[in-house]
């Protein structure tokens, strides 16, 4: 079964840097892509960035474009997000997800979440 787990959120102060982690274990078949997305109170939930499981494409939302940057590292199972220049209206909770598309749609498996919060 396939699980999903999100770590590395917190607390930090406008124009600080976080870097999430998103854990997969139990695939049964290869993904088009795994991504992240985001849910800010009040707010329907959002794509973020995807990255390709085939060529390594990645793809951004343009409020995240020259700040977030998506990686992977195969031999552990783990998709990244680094966070830079955070400012107030990137707080919300961050999932992880799979079969994400170059649309920020996903069709797949949810992790549970983690939170990022930035304020002063």
């Known amino acids: 079964q396939v699980q999903l787990v999100e770590s590395g959120g917190g607390l930090v102060q406008p124009g600080g840097s976080l870097r999430l982690s998103c854990a997969a274990s139990?695939?049964?078949?290869?993904?088009?892509?795994i991504g992240w997305f985001r849910e800010a109170p009040g707010k329907e939930r959002e794509g973020v960035s995807c990255?390709?499981?085939?060529?390594?494409?990645?793809y951004y939302a343009d409020s995240v474009k020259g700040r977030f940057t998506i990686s992977r590292d195969n031999a552990k199972n783990t998709v990244y997000l680094q966070m830079n220049s955070l400012k107030p209206e990137d707080t919300a909770v961050y999932y992880c997800?799979?079969?994400?598309?170059?649309?920020?749609?996903?069709?797949?498996?949810w992790g549970l979440g983690t939170q990022v919060t930035v304020s002063s």
């Open positions: 997800a799979t079969d994400c598309l170059d649309d920020l749609s996903v069709v797949g498996s």
């Open positions: 990255i390709t499981s085939s060529d390594d494409n990645t």
């Open positions: 139990g695939f049964s078949r290869d993904y088009y892509g």
